[in-house]
């Protein structure tokens, strides 16, 4: 097995409990086409007819021993569809896709390749791009669907589900179409309905896996769930029993096979580790061939070394090797970014200051999505790195495309106020905290407050930070505040940087746009240009010149000015909202209003990309609202909200009584 098919933590997020009732429906009815799901086939489940293809081994197929099972990795999760239009299942199914032509397939002719308006809106679409091969996607019956036509109909459901499936031995099964088949069967048989689902086959890594996506609704309509224990195991076991029944048990010769195939992989393996804890007792005197192997293969990279017949590894070795698969990772996803351009050293972002540049990369670094890696030009000419896997920077990153002026800036480690409020409570109590103890000592704090700092201490408790006893107390300790900075330290050490747009829109695309631009913040000296003699500095450069000129025609700024005063950019601004709001309104036969009230009900529709920034498109009774868009508006996309306005801010949360709530799986 390869790391990447071994190293899984599933990341399942926190289901909501809320009632749907019909209000919400009818809101939605104003903001998208409906899509009736397919009329229900009855409870029990169309057999599939592939089970003659694993025919090997006892008719009665009985269950083998743990030990000699063949070995599945099965990982499961559930998606929701934001802002109601299924970006995020339009992204994988494009990420999917990339590895799902065949090796058949011939460079498209210069001529023949789309244009940059093509591949921009192919980006957006998630869509395949003219002139290559058919997609390789299946479903219970056929081969080469197109995952785009068949997911169309999803993208108004709540969610989607995604699995991936790698069975250890994956070479050896041949065709995995109809092991999925069969394991999308089983998974009918136990949830009691038929499943609108699609897959598709990788090979891009030593074991060939499938990714497998299943819509959120059962075919009379409702939402469809899968209990903890069929994600937990019940999946993986099926999954088990129908390879061991297809190869037969797991013998000596497989388990040295399986040894032998990580002799030469840039990652970290079990021989890795055997040999990292041999080395902390000092020289390695190696007693098996592979190790031997293994050794030979560490030092071409410079992490082991022979003496007079005993080895020594690195110090860090299992690091050093996440570092080198990183790496190869790395270059894999930007080698189609190097064609065509000048060979530039690809570097991480500076951890120590903010940098600012063009987006020329994003994608998915991840088989789920949980991550993203976005590169960016800067006024130097360099090309820079940084992955990111924070909910909030992922939301900022979704959608974006190639041109926007986007800011990696490393993350600060700093406690937070609910730090200093836990660590208060509980320097009273012997350093315990619990939400009854809060409230009996700060009679006035909120119960989000508190329920927010139980939170923060159960991802702490997860990290072996604190300690939470059987009634629900937290053992935090007199020292909470040193606990909660390395927690901090630990976040940071994973995740360095954040990501902050400064305009989603490109340069061309700003030059002479009817809005407040990122230009013109420039022109205004409210932020700075990008530093350099770089190929983006001078476009960058350029650009302000044409905008300037543009402004001048149009009579927002003199001659003399250098740059629009703030009155000019707070007026164009307001222009652009209203040309907005107009639009909105003719296309969902609402009144769009554009300015913040106090309070804000109603559905989050979608978001909206503008000149000066992203807006949230608000769905209440009789009207819309167009309002500021926050990273954590994502986690409510097609549900009803409640803002509130504290300060300068909307305050967000699910509104009571409306919304689609997510049972515990």
């Known amino acids: 097995m390869t790391r990447t098919e071994n190293d899984f933590e599933p990341r399942l997020g926190k289901p909501a409990r809320d009632v749907s009732p019909s209000k919400l429906r009818a809101l939605r009815t104003t903001v998208r086409k409906a899509s009736k799901p397919p009329a229900a086939r009855g409870s029990k489940p169309k057999q599939t007819g592939v ?39 339009r992204a994988h199914v494009a990420y999917l896709a990339r590895e799902a032509r065949g090796p058949e397939q011939q460079p498209v002719p210069e001529a023949d390749k789309p244009s940059e308006v093509d591949r921009s809106v192919d980006y957006l ?49 041949g065709d995995l179409k109809p092991f999925i088949r069969e394991t999308m069967a089983g998974l009918e048989a136990k949830l009691g309905t038929r499943l609108e689902w699609l897959a598709v086959d990788h090979h891009d890594t030593d074991n060939p896996h499938t990714h497998v996506l299943i ?47 990580e002799i030469d992989l840039r990652a970290p393996t079990g021989l890795d580790r055997e040999l990292a804890a041999a080395g902390r007792q000092g020289l390695i005197w190696p ?63 500076d951890r120590s200051s ?28 360099e090309l820079r790195y940084a992955r990111f896997e924070r909910g909030d920077d992922l939301a900022v990153l979704d959608d974006i495309q190639p041109g926007a002026i986007v800011s990696f800036e490393p993350v600060i480690p700093a406690v937070r106020p609910s730090d200093e409020a836990v660590a208060r409570v509980a320097a009273q109590t012997g350093g315990v905290y619990s939400p009854a103890l809060h409230g009996e000592r700060e009679a006035d704090v909120g119960a989000g407050i508190m329920a927010a700092n139980v939170r923060r201490l159960e991802a702490m408790r ?19 505040l040193s606990t909660a900075m390395r927690f901090e330290q630990r976040l940071a050490k994973r995740a360095p940087f954040t990501a902050k747009v400064q305009s989603y829109w490109s340069l061309d695309e700003q030059v002479d746009a009817i809005a407040r631009s990122h230009l013109d913040r420039v022109l205004a000296g409210e932020t700075p240009a990008p530093e350099g003699d770089g190929e983006l500095a001078r476009r960058f450069e350029q650009a302000l010149q044409q905008r300037r000129l543009f402004l001048i025609e149009q009579g927002w700024m003199g001659d003399q000015e250098l ?48 000149a000066h920034g992203r807006m949230a498109l608000i769905i209440g009774e009789g009207q819309a609202t167009l309002v500021p868009w926050r990273p954590a508006m994502e986690r409510f996309a097609g549900r009803g909200v409640e803002g509130v306005l504290r300060g300068q801010t909307l305050s967000w949360k699910l509104e009571r009584g409306i919304g689609i709530g997510l049972s515990p799986m």
């Open 51 to 89: 089970r003659a293809h694993f025919a090997k081994g006892s008719a009665a197929r009985p269950r083998p021993v743990a030990t000699a099972r063949r070995r599945v990795v099965v990982k499961v999760r559930y998606a929701a569809n934001a802002g109601g239009k299924g970006a995020p299942l």
């Open 563 to 610: 740059g629009p005063s703030r009155q000019t950019l707070q007026r164009m601004a307001t222009l652009e909202l209203s040309a907005k709001a107009k639009e909105l309104s003719g296309e969902l036969g609402l009144h769009v209003l554009t300015y913040v009230p106090n309070r804000v009900a109603g559905v989050y529709a979608r978001r909206i990309d503008l």
């Open 354 to 381: 903010v940098m600012m540049g063009e987006l020329v990369h994003v994608s998915i670094a991840d088989d789920y999505g949980d991550r993203f890696l976005a590169i960016i030009e800067t006024g130097q000419g």
């Open 287 to 349: 007693d098996r061939p592979e190790l031997v192997r293994r050794l030979e293969h560490l030092a071409r990279w410079d992490l082991a070394d022979r003496s007079q017949g005993a080895w020594r590894v690195a110090d860090g070795l299992i690091t050093r090797l996440k570092a080198l698969a990183d790496a190869d990772d790395l270059e894999r996803a930007v080698a189609p970014l190097r064609s065509g351009r000048a060979l530039q050293p690809l570097l991480e972002a």
């Open 125 to 173: 679409s998630r869509a395949d791009v003219a002139g290559e091969a058919k997609f390789r996607f299946y479903d219970r019956a056929e081969f080469g669907v197109d995952p785009r036509a068949v997911t169309a109909g999803w993208a108004d459901d709540p969610r989607h589900f995604r699995l991936i499936v790698s069975a250890e031995d994956g070479e050896a099964l």
């Open 462 to 480: 997860r990290m072996g930070l604190v300690d939470r006893r059987p009634s629900g107390e937290f053992e935090v300790g007199s020292d909470h």
């Open 215 to 261: 819509r959120g609704r059962k075919p009379d309509g409702q939402e469809l769930f899968i209990p903890s224990r069929l994600i937990s195991s019940g999946i993986r076991e099926h999954a088990q029993e129908i390879v061991t029944r297809a190869l037969g048990p797991r013998i000596d010769l497989d388990l040295a096979r399986e040894r032998m195939a």
